[in-house]
C-alpha cells in the first residue's frame, strides 16, 4: 500500500532562501527546507497555536508590490461560490498591515509564484482604493529541483502523513 501511495502523491518541493547566507542564518541548516519548515520560520494565518509567529527583521525580507505580480485588476469576487470573508481580511490588512509574510517563490524568468499566503495575496488587490503599488512583505525562496528530486528518490516522509508533520509544526 505503501509503495502505491508514493506513486500517486506529488513530491514534497524543497526551497532555498536567497539572499547573502539568509538561508543558514534563518534555518540553523544549510540543507533546502520544504514548506512547513518555511512556514514554521514566517509563522502563519491559520487560527491555530501550532504555528508560532516569527517577527523576521526587514532585512530579510523584500517588499514587492503587486504590479510586479502581474495585478492589473481588483480580484473578483463570487460570494454565492466563495464563503471566504476576502473583505474582511482586506480590511484587516489595510488596517493593522500585513502580519505573517508571504513566501514567494523566485521563478527562473524572474516571475513570482505566492506559495504561502495566497488569501492575504488576493485581499490585496481588494484594499479600497485599489492600489497597485501596495507593498507585501514577502520572503524570496528559489526551488532546489536537484534536493527535492533526491529525497524523491529516497522517498522522503510526507509530513502531512507522517510523523513529519509534528516536527514542523509543534512547539
Known amino acids: 500500500m505503501r ?7 506529488s513530491p514534497i518541493l524543497y526551497y532555498r532562501i536567497i539572499g547573502p547566507g539568509f538561508h543558514r542564518e534563518l534555518l540553523g541548516f544549510s540543507r ?3 514548506s512547513f519548515e518555511l512556514m514554521y520560520l514566517v509563522g502563519s494565518e491559520w487560527k491555530t497555536d501550532t504555528f508560532e ?20 485588476k481588483p480580484m473578483a469576487i463570487n460570494p454565492e461560490v466563495c464563503k471566504y470573508d476576502w473583505v474582511n481580511l482586506a480590511n484587516s490588512m489595510q ?20 506559495t504561502e499566503g495566497k488569501h492575504r495575496f ?14 507585501l512583505p514577502c520572503l524570496l525562496v528559489a526551488r532546489d ?3 527535492t528530486a533526491k529525497m524523491w528518490k529516497q522517498r522522503h516522509p510526507n509530513p502531512v502523513d507522517s510523523e513529519g508533520f509534528t516536527t514542523y509544526t509543534s512547539k
Open 3 to 9: 509503495e502505491t501511495y508514493y506513486k500517486l502523491i
Open 32 to 34: 533546502s527546507c520544504n
Open 53 to 72: 509567529k516569527v517577527k523576521l527583521d526587514d532585512h530579510y525580507l523584500s517588499h514587492i508590490s503587486l504590479k510586479r505580480f502581474g495585478i492589473t
Open 95 to 114: 488596517e493593522v498591515g500585513v502580519k505573517s509574510p508571504l513566501i514567494v517563490e523566485l521563478t527562473k524568468e524572474g516571475g513570482f509564484i505566492v
Open 122 to 135: 488576493g485581499a490585496a488587490s481588494l484594499i479600497k482604493p485599489f492600489n497597485l503599488d501596495f507593498k
Open 145 to 147: 529541483i536537484f534536493y
